[in-house]
């Protein structure tokens, strides 16, 4: 009931602060946009990644209409595996001439259609018709709007940057428990045993902190190589060292309370008093560095991907975004670098202002 009680109190507080609320919705909203962004995208293909240079850097709002050329290769896929991968099995789309599409001539089982190729220029293409029948007898046509426009490569921007959203948001969740746990279990033994245990912690703390985040990330890298989630373990790897120095410091206080040397007395073990009566006491100031290593997290893989050492091709990652189109920024298509930006300045503003006010809930001095 007591916890409960608290519980209700930090939120009553959170939710007079209307920038933290504000945040906790676009995080909660980019939390369900990550977990549902195949069924979102355009294009549902893995990864967003269907290439059609002809429709290199349209601007945004650009429609075209494309004849459907079925996927022999198609197989059942179960909708668990469709959030996850996206299409493994996507039929191919050719760019036409016309928004209301008419085969120009059908010859018993030839068809021959204008594939588009670039403004008022097309080509004309004879093809067998079995290739583009489509359930049945029904040759399949479909219009689409491309909100953001394309990339350099013809792919849609908006379902990237959706996709997107995945990266950041996982890469931020896994360094955040990585960082954590290693700076929770750390920090906490430290403070709790001082001496000669909380010199060698302190000694590592300082060497890993003297050494530029960067750095450290690039060297963690090159090891474990570049990847998927070997840039989550480097990342997480890199942030602990501040956590691990709050703890300690919350830890070095706790352990002097009367509860604490009760429990002592009553021969309870090292790591039951610190994990059930020390560690539950400090998890105010953990939740708010949380917030803020889930920005500096997002920021580092973007920062990486951005120089090609973090996600790699054809994984959509907003850094890689910015990689693949920052040349655009001085020609007419500098959306196509400025929109992930905003993505990345957006989602770590809102894990800041909502750490801020995590803050301000959570500080005891401040209740009424």
Avoid at 109 to 121: A, L
Avoid at 184 to 202: N, P, R
Avoid at 255 to 263: G, I, S
Wanted: glycine share 8%.
């Amino acid at each position: 009931m007591k916890k409960d009680s608290n519980i209700s109190r930090v939120w009553q507080r959170l939710k007079k602060n209307k920038m933290a609320v504000v945040s906790l919705f676009f995080i909660f909203l980019m939390v369900l946009i990550a977990l549902f962004a195949y069924p979102l995208c355009t294009d549902d293909s893995a990864d967003a990644n269907q290439v059609m240079l002809e429709l290199a850097t349209k601007a945004p709002g650009y429609k075209a209409s494309f004849i459907v050329q079925k996927n022999r290769t198609k197989q059942e896929q179960s909708f668990v595996s469709y959030l996850i991968n996206g299409d493994q099995y996507p039929d191919k789309l050719i760019p036409i001439a016309n928004n209301s599409w008419e085969p120009a001539e059908q010859k018993g089982d030839s068809i021959t259609y204008f594939k588009y190729k670039d403004d008022d220029v097309y080509e004309e293409i004879t093809a067998l018709k079995s290739d583009f029948v489509y359930e049945g007898e029904f040759i399949k046509v479909v219009d689409r709007t491309f909100r953001f426009g394309t990339d350099r490569y013809g792919r849609d921007v908006l379902s990237r940057l959706l996709l997107g959203s995945r990266v950041s948001l996982a890469v931020g969740l896994i360094a955040v428990l990585l960082s954590i746990s290693i700076g929770l279990l750390l920090g906490a033994f430290a403070g709790y045993y001082g001496g000669k245990v909380d010199a060698c912690i302190v000694w590592l703390i300082n060497v890993v902190w003297s050494i530029p985040t960067l750095l450290l990330v690039f060297a963690i890298t090159f090891i474990l190589g570049k990847g998927f989630w070997q840039i989550f373990i480097a990342v997480g790897l890199t942030m602990w060292v501040g956590t691990a120095r709050l703890i300690r410091g919350q830890v070095m206080g706790l352990k002097e309370l009367e509860y604490v040397q009760a429990a002592k007395t009553m021969g309870f073990s090292d790591w039951r008093i610190i994990t059930k009566h020390i560690l539950p006491n400090v998890i105010g100031p953990t939740i708010v560095l949380a917030a803020s290593n889930f920005a500096t997290a997002i920021l580092i893989e973007a920062g990486l991907s951005f120089l090609g050492i973090g996600v790699q091709p054809p994984t959509a990652s907003w850094g890689l975004m910015i990689k693949e189109n920052y040349n655009f920024i001085i020609t007419n298509r500098p959306m196509l670098a400025i929109v992930p930006g905003i993505a990345i300045m957006l989602c770590v503003l809102a894990f800041n202002l909502l750490g801020n006010g995590l803050r301000d809930a959570l500080d005891v001095k401040e209740r009424v």
